[in-house]
């Protein structure tokens, strides 16, 4: 299995920007479409975004549209989570994951730790 490690959270304003990182060791990830989800305060985990192995593919939640962007970097066995214009609601936990298969992403075998974002000013 994978194992994954999440940074790149913090305290933000209200239509700030943020990066999260979600880095992989034990094996390449490659081999892995990932995957995006937070979770809020009494709430359910919720998915965020995905993308396929080769990033040739890509999904997100509707609340995230438009602000957010995965991306991957198979060579540094990092993925990504570019965070514009956050609001206040996007204030949670987040968490990458790993599933062999893209059309499973949204249940992934693998789970990092996470990293709390928080959007207040």
């Known amino acids: 299995q994978v194992q994954l490690a999440e940074s790149g959270g913090g305290l933000v304003q209200p239509g700030g920007s943020l990066r999260l990182s979600c880095a992989a060791s034990g094996r390449t990830l490659t081999y892995y479409s990932m995957g995006w989800f937070r979770q809020a305060p009494g709430k359910e985990r919720e998915f965020v975004a995905a993308i396929s192995w080769s990033g040739g593919s890509s999904e997100y939640a509707d609340p995230v549209k438009g602000r957010f962007t995965i991306s991957r970097d198979n060579a540094k066995n990092t993925v990504y989570l570019q965070m514009n214009s956050l609001k206040p609601e996007d204030t949670a936990v987040y968490y990458c994951?790993?599933?062999?298969?893209?059309?499973?992403?949204?249940?992934?075998?693998?789970w990092g730790q996470g990293t709390q974002v928080t959007v207040s000013s």
């Open positions: 994951g790993a599933q062999r298969w893209f059309a499973n992403v949204r249940r992934p075998d693998s």
